[in-house]
């Protein structure tokens, strides 16, 4: 077991976390290839948070491993994990709210010593020109969608081998969404940053995505190529909401049931 | 003349209320709770002083002495909150208000065991100098414990605005979690805060020393005054905590000169309960709603 492919960032393997009595996760396996964005599904409560506070070290795993990198991380504290290459996007932003967003992005740069950080903030602003013109401002008085792109950017500042995304679309706008998935995707292929996204949108999700994997009460009930989930009549029923047009009112709903079950 | 020569006394008293309250602020900052031993850290700043600078003892020209002191409350806090604090991390805050109070009892009766009951002065070479200026009389140590206070605002000021590690703490204390996730070794950054915390009592109790007498039980008063202080300010702020701890120094003066007798002990209380009926947050409340 654990044969380290060297196109793999990162391994789990059956990892069990735990909330205190409650088994949030139940044997969790995925893999994250190299230079992909890997997104989980799932409603909620399935364990998608739980699995990226477990990654990131934020959380311990009850059993089961986590390799970064070829190298077992699981039980290692987050300030480590981020000075090994990993980036956590959290879930609801999280920025600092009294620091300007300058500071919030050299706060990203924290475990960084050389010289090139200057240079990366003036990249973020490239991707996210609005905290260009909103620099000196503090984080805390952006918009929902502004303090998204600042969360992102400062992920991004530690150049990281590897970013975790938790629900980048919470609570904005389906415009803004479409314009955050587009700048995802960028950064993904212009940049080369290995992504591991959780979303409840599965739609964009999956469109974005080249793999996906669907959680459900903490272990993963499916895992394909991203355009494969996505044709998935399972995947149209139960996250894309429907799919079967005016058949919908002939079919018998109730009868139908997931496959996985 | 009268009134001005209050204010100047008032004020010099405040800035080391003022200056404990800052340490109160910059724990409940890193820590998310209020330490009891505060004004305890003060005193045994204060010994330490004393012990390095009277001739009797360690005999340090004052300067020295005072870093001496800083340096060794600053060590000591930092041990505490690396041995002692942090193996209640994660406990109710309650935990750690006992335990606070406790290392405050602690401290007491160490200073007493080392030091003795009885009270001391610390030596200064300004001691009983006074400056007369125009029609103002005015002690030498007044004004430099503003000085000195206004000096230690500054490079304050400075360290957490400018300073990679001063940035970090304050990240930390605004998003702990987030800090985590930003590389910042969060348990290590608290228990410099509690070092710099203990560096500033220092710096309080050995500029209180120079004024007055130090006996082991002068913190529990001390604190309870300067907690006053964080209050107004709207524990949390650290010029907040400043104004705080000016606002009840010179309140104090004021209706021990003006008010019958008895009632400079209570004026401090009863501004921090105005403040607190009409800003409930204190004066320089930092309350940031979430947004989602």
Known sequence: MNVQTPENVMEVRNVETFYGPIMALRGVSIDVPKGKIVTILGANGAGKTTLMKTVSGALDPEKGTVSFLGERVDGQEPDQMVRRGLAHVPEGREVFPFLSVEENLKLGAYTRRDREIGADIEMCYQYFPILKERRAQQAGTLSGGQQQMLAIGRGLMARPKLMLLDEPSLGLSPLLVQEIFGIIRRLNEEQGVTMLLVEQNAQIALNTADYGYVLEIGRIVMANDASVLLASEDIQEFYLGGGHGTKQRDQKRWKRKKTWR | ?292
């Open chain 2, 1 to 292: 003349m009268d009134a001005l020569q209050l204010l100047i006394g008032g004020v010099a008293n405040g800035c080391i209320y003022g200056l404990v309250a800052l340490g109160f602020v910059l724990i409940y900052k890193a820590s998310e709770a209020v330490n009891f031993a505060q004004g305890d850290m003060l005193m045994f700043g204060a010994f330490l002083g004393i012990a390095f600078i009277n001739e009797d003892r360690g005999d340090l020209p004052f300067l020295l002495g005072l870093v001496a002191a800083s340096l060794c409350l600053g060590l000591i806090a930092y041990a505490l909150d690396r041995f002692v604090l942090r193996a209640i991390f994660g406990q109710p805050q309650f935990a750690m208000v006992v335990l606070t109070i406790a290392l405050g009892f602690v401290l007491r009766f160490v200073a007493g065991t080392i030091w003795g009951y009885d009270p001391v002065s610390l030596e200064t070479p300004f001691a009983g100098e006074i400056l007369s200026l125009g029609g103002l009389t005015l002690a030498v140590a007044d004004l430099l414990i503003i000085l000195a206070t206004c000096g230690l605002t500054f490079v304050l000021w400075l360290f957490f605005g400018r300073t990679r590690l001063g940035v970090a703490m304050q990240a930390s204390s605004q998003n702990q979690m987030a800090a985590y996730y930003m590389g910042i070794p969060v348990k290590r950054v608290n228990s410099i805060v509690w070092g710099l915390s203990g560096v500033v009592s220092a710096i309080a109790g050995v500029l209180f020393a120079a004024k007055g007498a130090v006996e082991p039980s002068v913190g529990l008063l001390f604190g309870i005054k300067a907690f006053a202080a964080a209050v107004i300010g709207g524990f949390g702020s650290l010029p907040g905590a400043l104004l705080g701890g000016l606002l009840i120094g010179v309140i104090e003066q004021f209706a021990a000169r003006y008010a019958p007798s008895g009632y400079s002990q209570i004026a401090p209380y009863a501004l921090m309960l105005l403040v607190l009926i009409l800003r409930p947050g204190g004066l320089f409340a930092q309350i940031a709603q979430k947004k989602v």
